[in-house]
């Protein structure tokens, strides 16, 4: 046989840049972003509504959720189940997705059948029906929901480490779709009058991207652009803040594994170091051989994967150390986590910061080739309120971080010994080696009671 | 991209060009250049079914074992040299198959090809005991984490063993159990490797901004020295006869909702049969207008979540699948007789024109976004090449549903879904 090829070197990357949207406005002021991108025959469609969550009134969290997941279930025009009929026979997807800072309505239909769907999915948004049977069940299903949510270990950690890291009385501390005791108060009244009061054009912006069959501002003007709601309440976004630092154990009795959850309050991407922090997450822990998967999983064993993970929301957000453990090793795997994640006397090197640019640079084409792609990171802008050629300049910012940098940025925001730590799993079998490490102020917690039921 | 025949898709145009190298490796190119990036895809003929008694897990824990090293790649630098070239990376086992796949900017197409051949090549001078422990234990925390450790996490292979005989290709799941995955050995490895990872029993799909010639080109400059093998024997597992015998099984668990489960055997995937069930089961319990979600979630309020699907499978037959969560204080007996009252009238009455027709629309799309990234579209390549010898059927895959009409589906429903053909799985609530 002969002798084996050297390794090939990697030829440069050619210039790619994200698509440059082109906008305009309905005659009801909606901000209309299109991205005509040709061989995308599937239509994208995100109707991006500016009503963060903490529009919600206290005591009935959980509406705005309920509210979205109502308004595909009969307009005023076509009742009940022939709506969402009259869609699917148009070949189109119908979504929802509700985030602190503004809710998503999204469409995905074939090219030669928009204008149709469309008018149907601007028939959703303005004209729902909000039936009492249909608002009732959602409530009762998103109930049945946090139960499922509360019985997976991972979603159990999820959820009470952001009402850990949050403040409490912050809306980013609780779930988006709402917690039991709040979405139980929730009316088919309340729904109503949520859309009344919150669904309407003003601050709406209409992203479409696709190979479009028929001029698009068109289409979008027959659909959207009589929409009127003039008793339109805006409500600004509330900054979250951090909860006080925290260790919990969260009673899981009998299980294999446990799911942990090690970080804190941290930065979003307004932020002059996000770029920086970027880089150094993905070394400690976005990589395959970042430093914490390399040894958790690849020389230790101890897990299937290992993640450090940032979250930004539109002004601050978290991060944490995320994996699931077998539960005798749990100690263990916190303990060197807790040493990796130092980086005093191992700051980032330039190998590290170069692996993670070629990295952000690399995957980028390739997720944004798609109409949805493209609709979606178009619409996280929007939402964030990051102008339109935010993933170029991210990337030139990327590229100019330096590893004193990843090393100073991270060292400003990741404070190992003031993390919350939110572990789900075996606390008889926990609670002591966890103590054992100096988490001296453990708090051991059962699961989450079932709220739901008398 | 398409022709347009009175209103619907008919034929897709994506180019498609297979080359064969001397050594049996299959090379499948679908040239795109709507980004500067480019999928490279290996699908082995290999999967759980072919797995020796004894060694269930094996081909998932040998599909760990790919990315612990080869003669010139070191423990964990395959993921890592690609990723640091701006590649995603992964490698799926399932029923029918192992793939491996990374997309990536062009410039790093070649060490895309390195990587796969040299694996390909060399696996086995770098596997050690230690390696092979490693990766054990990750993939029992893998079970742990997505099987052992959450609720109904061990639906899959209760259905398994009601749904086909112990011994049966199907008759266990993909990640297997822990005491087989203990037992395997470094000779199981190399033995696995000898038999299954040899040149012509891959299809190499290359796809994105690389044109056909480039991409053979290439092809045989990595992968052409590469000695063939004999080709591996399938397993012989003949399509079985429709379930019979009802069988049932109960479990139970912390759980916050019962469930129903029913099980079918289907025919094997690659004809209009499999085609039509496709369709019966999407009508049945896809999305909300289907029958299940209808009637048990709107209508009744019986169940908190419903649906149906098939998984089609090449061993002479596939699986089917339905269920319902219950919402509290329905029994699962009520819930039961509630799915079986709506999937015989979907067997004595058959669709609507309205619900064969959404049910084709909703599979158009689904099909177009499949082939609209050029990941995924090197991954259906390799799975028809591999499962059905033809590549080219993912142009003809709108074509071969539009022509499936209503007498097609209640012919195979009554072949295959009559009331006595199914298996049952209840799943309870442990008392607290």
Known sequence: MREFLPRPTIAPAVVWAFPAPQRARLSNDIELMLFDLPGQHVISAHLVLDVPLNAEPRDIEGVA??????????????????????????????????????????LDVPASHLDRALELFAEAVTQPSLADRDVNRHVQLRLAEIEQAHANPAHAASIAFRAAVFEEVKRAA??????????????????????????????????????????????AERSLGSWRNDDQQRVTIEDPTPGPQRTLLIDRPGAVQADVRFGSFGIDRLDPRWAAISIASYAMGGAFLSRLNAVLREEKGYTYGVR????????????????????????????????????????????????????FAGVSPLRYATAEGVADQAATQALAGLPDDYVDRSLALLRSVTPEAATEAYSSVVHPDELTLVVVGDAERLADPIRALGFTDLEVRAPAPDQTKP | MWGMTSGALTSLGYPIVEHTLDNG??????????????????????????EEQGRTGFAHLFEHVMFQGSAHVASGQHIALLQAAGAVVNATTWFDRTNYFETLPTGGLDLALWLEADRMATLLDALTQENLDNQREVVKEEKRQRYDNVPYGDVMELLNTLTFPPDHPYGHTTIGSMEDLDAATLEDVHGF??????????????????????????????????????????????PLEPLSGMPRAEASDKVPAEAVYFSWRLPARGGQDFDALDLAFSILGHGQTSRLHKQLVRGTEHAEGTGASTMGLIGGNSFGFSYARARDGVSPEQLEQEMVDLIDQLLSDGPTDEELRRAKAQFERHWLHELARVDSRADVLGEYATLHGDPNLINSRIADITAVDHGDIQSVMEQWLRPDQRATLIYRQEAS
Request: proline residues 7%; glycine residues 10%.
């Open chain 1, 65 to 106: 959720t309920i509210c979205a997941r109502t308004l595909d279930e009969g307009t005023l025009r076509h009742n009940g189940e022939e709506f969402a009929e009259l869609l699917e026979t148009e070949g189109a997807g119908f979504g929802v997705d509700l985030s602190l800072s503004g809710t998503q309505i999204i």
């Open chain 1, 308 to 359: 450090m993970n940032f979250g930004p929301l539109r002004t601050g957000g978290s991060f944490a150390v995320q994996g699931s453990f077998r539960t005798e090793v749990v100690a263990d795997a916190l303990e060197i986590s807790r040493d990796l994640i130092k980086v005093g006397s191992a700051p980032f090197t330039s190998q590290e910061v170069n692996d993670a640019v070629a990295f």
């Open chain 2, 25 to 50: 490796l299959r090379v499948i190119s679908s040239p795109d250049h709507i980004a500067p990036s480019v999928a490279v895809n290996i699908w082995y003929d290999v999967g759980s079914r072919d």
């Open chain 1, 174 to 219: 609780r779930m988006n779709g709402g917690e039991p005791e709040t979405v139980s108060q929730v009316t088919p009244d309340t729904v109503g009058a949520f859309h009344l009061d919150h669904f309407g054009p003003a601050g709406a912006t209409l992203i479409l991207a696709g190979d479009f069959a028929d001029d698009p501002i068109a289409v």
């Open chain 2, 193 to 238: 490797f000898r038999r299954h990872y040899v040149p012509n029993n891959a299809i190499l799909s290359i796809v994105g901004d690389v044109e056909a010639d480039d991409a053979f080109e290439r092809a045989e400059t990595y992968f052409g020295h590469l000695p063939a093998g004999p080709k591996p024997p399938k397993p012989q597992a003949g």
